[in-house]
């Protein structure tokens, strides 16, 4: 049976192989190449978001109660890695290839850290306690996800 846990690790995946491509791109000048790159990570990035801000944490919270646990840090660190992506599109569209790649390290860090709480802690929370949600919350996900891709 597959989790959500499977299902958001492996969006996980997906988003970071778009952040890598993007980062290789400026790091090799290849600014055009880039542009496409650096456009489908940010929307992916910010999808990603979406569906858990939307769909899973409230879920959860509903079935728990706990609106002011892990789903609230989650929500921040989003907004924190927000932030950056916004500064990240600024220096991008001003070609400036070291501050770019030094704000791209500073979101890697902050994504890997963020990915990590969520893939071994909240979302095994998630698919605990959304169990009998499951295959409505990963079938709605999974589709929107894929369209994505």
């Known amino acids: ?28 000048d290849d600014w055009e190449s880039a542009q496409k790159h650096v456009k489908d990570f940010v929307e992916n990035i910010l999808f990603h978001f979406h569906q858990e ?9 509903e079935i728990t109660g706990m609106r002011h646990g892990p789903t609230e840090m989650m929500r921040h660190e989003h907004e924190q890695m927000r932030a950056l992506i916004t500064e990240l599109e600024k220096t991008f569209e001003n070609k400036n290839k070291d501050r770019y790649l030094g704000l791209s390290e500073t979101l890697l860090i902050y994504m890997q850290q963020h990915n990590m709480k969520e893939e071994q802690m909240l979302y095994p929370m998630i698919d605990e306690k959304c169990a009998d949600r499951a295959e409505e ?11 994505m891709a």
């Open 1 to 28: 049976m597959i989790s959500i846990r499977k299902v958001m690790a492996t969006d996980h995946k997906r988003c970071d192989e778009l952040y890598a491509k993007a980062e290789l791109c400026v790091s090799n």
């Open 53 to 61: 801000e939307d769909v899973l944490f409230p879920s959860f919270e």
């Open 137 to 147: 919350l990963i079938n709605g996900i999974s589709c929107k996800i894929n369209n």
